[in-house]
């Protein structure tokens, strides 16, 4: 299964690169709810309980809430300087 979830998550990754306007709408518009999906099926299982546990990792910290916010940070362009 992670294998095929991979494969397709890099073949919409290539499309969504290399297509033009038209395939990256039609790409938007067919993967945006099952993407976001899967991230809500996710974080489903990671729960914070009151105190803010995680009740899969079981600690304050929840990976997965991690990634998945690192993940989703806006892309900042490099200075100009190059520093």
Same mark, same amino acid.
């Given at each position: 299964?992670?294998?095929?979830?991979?494969?397709?998550?890099?073949?919409?990754?290539?499309?969504?690169?290399?297509?033009?306007?038209?395939?990256?709408?039609?790409?938007? +518009?067919?993967?945006?709810?099952? &993407?976001?999906?899967? @991230?809500?099926?996710? =974080?489903?299982?990671? %729960?914070?309980? !009151? /105190?803010?546990?995680?009740?899969?990792? +079981?600690?304050?910290?929840?990976? &997965?809430?991690?990634? @998945?916010?690192?993940? =989703?940070?806006?892309? %900042?362009?490099? !200075? /100009?300087?190059?520093?």
């Amino acid at each position: 299964m992670d294998v095929v979830l991979r494969r397709h998550l890099a073949l919409l990754l290539a499309g969504v690169q290399n297509g033009d306007d038209g395939v990256v709408a039609r790409l938007a +518009r067919s993967e945006t709810h099952r &993407l976001v999906g899967a @991230i809500r099926a996710s =974080l489903r299982a990671h %729960r914070l309980d !009151p /105190a803010g546990c995680c009740g899969a990792c +079981r600690a304050t910290r929840c990976v &997965l809430r991690d990634e @998945i916010s690192h993940a =989703l940070l806006p892309v %900042r362009p490099a !200075p /100009a300087d190059g520093g």
